[in-house]
């Protein structure tokens, strides 16, 4: 079995899988070894891939290291199956890496855009070549809607809700409405421009703020949930199998 880390901006996602199939699951504020040596499967696991945004402590990667049989830290230098096209590889964040070959294994061959929508948003295009050629990062809701109250002077800061309309009706929904909007604006928008340039593409959504859009979107989209999960396990047993 495969254990699955992924520290993120605002929380530490763990899975595991079985072959392609994930059968544990959990989400943690602060990820303490306990939590690992907890997991009612961790007996059956040999390997381990961590994916972090954010610093990991010593500890747990010590442990991860020590306690099973492949142990792999995602960066620029881990071999993946797809390409990496962009530029700033150092850069690329390990979370939009582990997104585009989920995408890509999902719809190989194929074009995708990958929309993962999280603290900021990101929107990568994976070709029919199998290479990442790149993408745009955004602020996400709870960004924008922090920096309108951070950065004013009376603005209050408002909670991001799925249930929004087209115009406000006072400050706090305009801000919202605004917010929101804006940024189904924008999504509708990436994906009518790839789409005259690409016919066939296919568009992934993911990432914690998916729930908001996904039934307002007016453009067929396939929403994954798991979508990192998913590229991590496949990092991992490709790395696995050609070692």
């Known amino acids: 079995m495969n254990l699955l880390l992924d520290f993120g901006n605002t929380n530490t996602k763990i899975a595991v899988y079985n ?10 504020n602060e990820l303490h070894i306990n939590d690992i040596k907890n997991l009612k499967h961790l007996s059956s696991i040999n390997n381990v891939i961590l994916s972090s945004v954010v610093s990991c402590k010593d500890e747990i990667r010590n442990y991860l290291r020590n306690n099973f049989r492949n142990f792999i ?7 993946i199956p797809i390409e990496i096209k962009y530029k700033s590889k150092q850069t690329l964040g ?15 061959n194929t074009n995708v855009l990958v929309i993962d929508m999280g603290t900021a948003i990101t929107f990568d295009f994976i070709n029919s070549n199998n ?12 960004l924008r809607l922090q920096s309108l109250h951070e950065h004013t002077k009376k603005l209050p800061l408002v909670k991001k809700d799925k249930n929004f309309k087209f115009i406000g009706s006072d400050t706090n929904s305009a801000l919202l409405y605004g917010v929101e909007n804006g940024i189904l604006f924008e999504v509708e928008g990436y994906i009518n421009k790839l ?9 992934i959504l993911t990432g914690g703020d998916t729930f908001l859009f996904e039934k307002i979107i007016k453009i067929p989209i396939f ?21």
């Open 19 to 28: 072959n392609n199939e994930l059968v544990d699951s959990h989400i943690f």
């Open 223 to 243: 929403v994954e949930s798991n979508l990192l999960f998913q590229g991590l396990n496949r990092i991992l047993d490709y790395n696995v199998k050609n070692n």
């Open 94 to 108: 390990n979370d939009r890496i582990a997104t585009a070959v989920g995408a890509n294994n999902i719809f190989p």
């Open 195 to 203: 789409k005259k340039e690409h016919e066939t593409l296919k568009t």
């Open 73 to 79: 830290v995602i960066n620029s230098n881990t071999a």
């Open 131 to 142: 290479q990442f050629v790149g993408g745009n990062i955004s602020p996400g809701v709870s």
